[in-house]
């Protein structure tokens, strides 16, 4: 089973409101990861954080970890049309050397 | 511009053949993978390699097979044997050693006819 589970599988937010996308995992990780992808694409990656981490900001996004819950946020501010997208967390196991996604959050963000 | 770069982007099948799907990278990247996407579910590793000359099964590697001959290369063929090889097929490369940051290739749509 897959390491990463997405919650909401879809989600439908005007322009300007914050999107929040959950991710939960099973396993004790090294990191996690975020990645998005646009319709028929390739996943660009968004942001990493590492298990010792608990915030980390880039740009607009904030990602959050917590390991005693093993979960996830990823919180996109002041959303535009453009951030419509899926949206994937990927987690490495402790002892692993592989990524493993989930099956990504829809975001669809009307103007 | 450095990258990875799949061929073909759209490519359709008949029942019975083998099809290969290339993978090129110009990153310097140890680390390869290619990746499996049905409509609405993650990723799920097919093969990955970390080294020219040597490759891992993923999890879903029955009806695949690929050759790492060369660092900037890494192509995957789909044989007759993969029961249900329609799927978008995704390529991936890394810095070997830590599980951090994937470069994706655009992906290629595979259909069996």
């Known amino acids: 089973s897959q390491q990463g589970e997405e919650d909401p599988q879809a989600l439908s937010i005007q322009e300007g409101e914050n999107a929040t996308m959950n991710c939960s995992y099973k396993t004790s990780i090294n990191n996690l990861q975020w990645y998005r992808q646009n319709s028929g694409r390739g996943l660009v990656h968004l942001i990493l954080?590492?298990?010792?981490?608990r915030e980390k900001h880039s740009g607009r996004l904030r990602v959050t970890l917590d390991t005693s819950k093993k979960s996830s946020s990823l919180l996109i501010t002041a959303s535009r049309a453009a951030d419509t997208a899926s949206y994937f967390c990927?987690?490495?196991?402790?002892?692993?050397?592989?990524?493993?996604f989930g099956a990504g959050t829809i975001l669809r963000v009307k103007s | 511009d450095g990258g990875i770069t799949q061929s073909p982007k759209y490519l359709f099948r008949k029942e019975g053949q083998n099809v290969t799907l290339s993978c090129e990278q110009n990153l310097n990247h140890d680390a390869m993978y290619w990746y499996r996407q049905d409509p609405g579910q993650g990723l799920r590793l097919i093969y990955y390699?970390?080294?020219?000359?040597?490759?891992q099964k993923g999890d879903i590697a029955e009806g695949y097979s690929v050759s790492r001959e060369k660092k900037e290369s890494f192509p995957l063929t789909v044989t007759s044997a993969q029961k249900n090889p329609t799927a978008f097929y995704l390529c991936a490369s890394s810095i070997i050693g830590d599980t951090g940051e994937l470069f994706f290739g655009e992906g290629s749509r595979l259909t069996v006819l």
């Open positions: 990927a987690t490495d196991a402790l002892y692993g050397n592989k990524l493993v």
């Open positions: 954080i590492r298990s010792n981490e």
């Open positions: 390699s970390q080294i020219v000359n040597d490759f």
